[in-house]
């Protein structure tokens, strides 16, 4: 229950389209979702997040959709770029710590 | 403003050994929570240090123990490592116990052969 799933596992998108990244939780006890984003050889760094009060939250080019009674969220990326390759968590905060999901692994191509 | 630093970089014991590892923690920050990632996974907590007391810990067994310091660096040990112990270990600092806006570490990559 305190878990998060994250699909897929692996993402391969083109230059200028559009990433989306999906996560779900079960506990309801969670009342914080960051997404990070990892390069190789470097610690997480926080990209955006989203409380469940909200159903949107927009960062540049990055979004995160919220959809409280189906416990899912995901992220998305427009207009992708190659320097957006990377490994992409999803997370929750909850328990007192924070919980990740198994990451994706996004490959842009130029 | 300093970002969170560790060390050593990476490090290679055998099965049975004892290994320390270092964090300090960014500028301001008093709280420093430990996390090991497993080749292709996401991070698991460890446990979390403020103001030099454990407050919360993830799933992990005894031999893994931390400590926190007057100046808010902090160190993880682990005993009789194991095989199963190779990972990066993440340090990630906050202000107060704040998990929802951690800060972390480049990690320490741990080989236990």
């Known amino acids: 229950q305190q878990q998060v799933k994250q699909s897929p596992q692996s993402l391969i998108v083109q230059k200028g389209g559009i990433s989306i990244i999906n996560c779900a939780y079960e506990?309801?006890?969670?009342?914080?979702f960051p997404w990070y984003q990892q390069f190789p050889g470097k610690g997480p760094a926080l990209l955006i997040a989203?409380?469940?009060?909200?159903s949107e939250k927009k960062e540049g080019r990055f979004t995160i959709s919220f959809n409280k009674s189906a416990k899912q969220f995901s992220l998305h990326i427009m207009d992708s770029q190659p320097g957006d390759s990377a490994t992409y968590f999803c997370a929750a905060t909850g328990f007192q710590k924070l919980v990740f999901g198994t990451g994706t692994r996004l490959l842009v191509s130029p | 403003e300093t970002g969170v630093t560790q060390s050593p970089t990476h490090l290679i014991k055998t099965r049975g050994q004892q290994v320390t590892l270092r964090c300090s923690s960014q500028s301001g920050h008093n709280t420093v929570s430990w996390y090991q990632q497993a080749l292709g996974q996401g991070p698991q907590f460890i446990f979390q240090y403020y103001r030099e007391e454990e407050n919360g810990r993830g799933n992990f067994p005894p031999r893994f123990s931390g400590l926190q310091f007057p100046n808010y660096s902090s160190e993880l040990n682990v005993n009789a490592l194991e095989l199963d112990d190779s990972a990066l270990y993440l340090c990630?600092?906050?202000?107060?116990?704040?998990?929802?806006?951690?800060?972390f570490g480049p990690g320490t990559r741990l080989t236990v052969l």
């Open positions: 506990n309801t006890a969670f009342d914080y």
């Open positions: 989203i409380r469940p009060d909200v």
């Open positions: 990630a600092s906050s202000l107060e116990t704040a998990y929802n806006e951690q800060f």
